[in-house]
């Protein structure tokens, strides 16, 4: 079964950290980039960061840029999001997608929640 599997999200303080994972499941992530998408209660899902294929080029949202890193390892077959510098509006439930031409795999969501 092709599927995608995302972990380490949680409760943080503000200013706190976080690295979320996501692995998948029937196939590998070396011809595919990666994205992490995110999705507030009310709100609609936002793209936050990208990652090439070969993991050379990223781009992320500008509410997120310097505070958070996507990378992408084809030898562990897992895709990171190292995320630093919370604040209140990062919480959201991110989801991990991975994109090769036509074909897209989404992950079911982990939650974050930044609060004090």
């Known amino acids: 079964q092709v599927q995608l599997v995302e972990s380490g999200g949680g409760l943080v303080q503000p200013g706190g950290s976080l690295r979320l994972s996501c692995v998948p499941s029937g196939f590998t992530f070396t011809t595919y980039a990666i994205r992490w998408y995110r999705q507030a209660p009310g709100k609609e899902r936002e793209l936050v960061a990208g990652?090439?294929?070969?993991?050379?080029?990223?781009t992320y949202a500008n509410s997120v840029k310097g505070r958070f890193t996507i990378s992408k390892d084809n030898i562990k077959n897992t895709a990171y999001l190292q995320m630093s510098s919370l604040r209140p509006e990062d919480t959201a439930v991110y989801f991990c997608?991975?994109?090769?031409?036509?074909?897209?795999?989404w992950g079911q969501g982990t939650q974050v929640t930044v609060s004090s």
């Open positions: 990652v090439s294929t070969s993991g050379s080029v990223r």
């Open positions: 997608n991975a994109v090769m031409g036509n074909m897209a795999y």
